[in-house]
């Protein structure tokens, strides 16, 4: 795991920052952030996202796409890797209570055929509480234990292993996280 503040220049992590918090960003609603099945017909996991590359269709042709794209390849040079396998924006709400969402790797084993290693990225895109967690399992487990915790916190970008099961925990104090979660390979 490596944490680096400070990610971006001031200027363009403004500008992002604006722009997920802009009215007229489009979000697509998503009923579990997790992307797993829930059978409670209701629950406090949901969240707005949307692809901006996906390895099976690759760039979506957007304004946003284009604009998004510098912060792409400079998150590609810190990890030090040739391919990109996925990128969304993800937003999250304020719970009213402590809500956090199921562990998940990003890409699943069974989409990550022929892929042995990859890096996950997480760019947050403004200060907010709601906790990434990582924990120290690689596989699917009955108990998760906590390897560490980061904070939301504006121009923070995480890096970790991708195959290393995560999660994320609703804002309370604020009124939504917002970040940037892409996926590496060599």
């Not at 709400?93 to 990225?121: C, Q």
Request: proline share 4%; aromatic share 14%; net charge negative.
């Amino acid at each position: 795991m490596k944490i680096i503040d400070n990610f971006l220049t001031p200027s363009y992590a403004d500008a992002l920052e604006d722009q997920f918090l802009s009215p007229q960003q489009e979000w697509f609603f998503n009923r579990n952030a997790s992307y797993l099945e829930e059978e409670e017909k209701f629950h406090m996991k949901f969240g707005f996202q949307f692809h901006i590359f996906r390895l099976d269709v690759g760039f979506s042709d957007t304004k946003l796409t284009y604009f998004l794209k510098p912060l792409l390849f400079q998150i590609q040079d810190a990890v030090k890797c040739t391919n990109l396998l996925k990128c969304r924006v993800d937003m999250t709400m304020a719970s009213g209570k402590k809500v956090i969402h199921d562990p998940h790797i990003d890409i699943p084993f069974e989409l990550a055929s022929g892929i042995n290693n990859y890096i996950t990225t997480i760019y947050y895109t403004s200060d907010s509480d709601g906790d990434t967690v990582l924990y120290n399992e690689f596989e699917e487990s009955d108990e998760y234990t906590v390897m560490d915790t980061v904070t939301p916190k504006k121009n923070r970008l995480l890096i970790f292993e991708g195959r290393r099961f995560h999660t994320g925990h609703s804002p309370m104090l604020h009124q939504n996280r917002v970040l940037i979660n892409s996926n590496f390979t060599s």
